[in-house]
Nanobody, 126 residues
Framework: QVQLVESGGGSVQSGGNVTLSCAAS???????MGWFRQSPGKEREAVAT???????QYDDSAKGHFSIFKDYTKNILYLRINSLKPEDTGMYHC?????????????????????WGQGTQVTVSS
């Protein structure tokens, strides 16, 4: 398994932007990685994934609102959230799978990943 450590969360005003970071112990070029959000009272849901080579994938409703990218020199995965809304509030978890490719978007996406970080909390106030 890969060790993952998230950072960058905090309290943010609605309409602002935030960039979350995920430092990985394994080479991110070899990993399918993703960001998941767990909002209060809801199940953990996928926000975005990225293959080892950098191909992103998003839920159709989230395109333009989230941006996932990798810095291969720093070995860090990022998630930028634009125009934050109160419903973006939640714990954001980084995840990794021991494969370079990512599966197509589906409701079972969470089961593909076997390494998880502890999460970083984002709280959006209106």
């Amino acid at each position: 398994q890969v060790q993952l450590v998230e950072s960058g969360g905090g309290s943010v005003q609605s309409g602002g932007n935030v960039t979350l970071s995920c430092a990985a112990s394994g080479l991110i070029s070899l990993l399918c990685m993703g960001w998941f959000r767990q909002s209060p009272g809801k199940e953990r849901e996928a926000v975005a994934t990225m293959t080892g080579s950098g191909i992103p994938q998003y839920d159709d409703s989230a395109k333009g609102h989230f941006s996932i990218f990798k810095d291969y020199t720093k070995n860090i995965l990022y998630l930028r959230i634009n125009s934050l809304k109160p419903e973006d509030t939640g714990m954001y978890h980084c995840a990794a799978a021991q494969y370079r490719t990512c599966p197509s978007w589906s409701v079972n996406l969470r089961s593909y990943f076997d390494s998880w970080g502890q999460g970083t909390q984002v709280t959006v106030s209106s």
